[in-house]
C-alpha cells in the first residue's frame, strides 16, 4: 500500500502502478500523507485527469485499475487498487521517453535489469541466472536489503568461501552491486535500467 497526498507525476504513478502490476498487486490511496494524516483531494477532477493520462499514455500494455472516490473524515480520497497483472511485464516511460519494467520490493518501485527478467547476455550468464543458487538468492534480495557471504553459504549450505566467490562473480557480471561497509562486503541487487 502507497500513500500520496496527490498525484504530483503522472510519470511516478504510472511507475507506482506498474510495479503493481508486476509484482503481486496494491493499493494506493491518494489524498493521505506519509504519516497516515487524512488530508483529502482538491480537486477529484485534476487527479483522475492526471491518473487517466498516466494509465494510457505512460503504461504498456495497458493495465486496468479499480478507482473508489471515498469520504474518510468529511475528507474526499481515491482509492486505487492494481491487481498482479496476467499480462507482465508492463513498462512504464519515464521523462525521457525511456520503457522501463519496475516492480515493487518493500515500499519501493525499483526499475529491474532486463538480464534479470529474459536473461539476457552471454550463455554463461544465463546459466549462472538459471541456477538454483542464484535464483534462491534474488528472491532472498527481493525480500531484504542485502546479503553478506556468511549469510548466502548458510542460506544455500555451501561454504562461506565458495559463496564469497559466487557474490563476487554476480558483480563483476553486473548482476550484483557490492558494498564495502567497514571491513564487511555486502552485496545487493544492482537496479539498473
Known amino acids: 500500500m502507497e500513500f500520496k497526498r496527490t498525484v504530483d507525476s503522472t510519470f511516478k504513478i504510472a511507475k507506482t502502478l506498474v510495479s503493481f502490476a508486476n509484482t503481486s498487486g496494491g493499493n494506493l ?3 493521505i500523507a506519509d504519516n497516515g494524516a487524512i488530508i ?3 480537486s477529484e477532477l485534476n487527479e483522475l485527469q492526471k491518473l487517466e493520462k498516466a494509465t494510457r ?3 504498456e500494455p495497458l493495465i486496468l485499475i479499480s478507482l473508489k472516490s471515498e469520504i474518510l473524515d468529511g475528507k474526499r480520497i481515491l482509492h486505487i487498487e492494481v491487481l498482479e497483472s496476467a499480462d507482465k511485464p508492463h513498462y512504464a516511460i519515464n521523462e525521457r521517453g525511456e520503457r522501463i519494467i519496475y516492480i515493487r520490493v518493500k515500499d519501493k518501485s525499483l526499475p529491474i535489469p532486463r538480464l534479470l527478467l529474459y536473461g539476457e547476455g552471454d550463455a554463461e550468464t544465463e546459466k549462472l541466472l538459471g541456477s538454483k543458487h542464484v535464483k534462491t538468492l ?4 527481493k525480500e531484504t536489503d542485502f546479503v553478506t557471504a556468511k549469510i548466502f553459504s548458510k542460506i544455500i549450505n555451501i561454504s562461506e568461501k565458495r ?3 559466487m557474490l563476487q562473480d554476480l558483480a563483476t557480471r553486473q548482476i550484483l552491486l557490492k558494498i564495502n561497509q567497514n571491513k564487511h562486503e ?3 541487487l544492482k537496479w539498473a535500467k
Open 163 to 165: 559463496a564469497e566467490r
Open 40 to 42: 483529502g483531494i482538491e
Open 138 to 141: 534474488i528472491n532472498y534480495l
Open 186 to 188: 555486502i552485496f545487493s
Open 57 to 59: 499514455e505512460l503504461i
Open 29 to 31: 490511496i491518494i489524498g
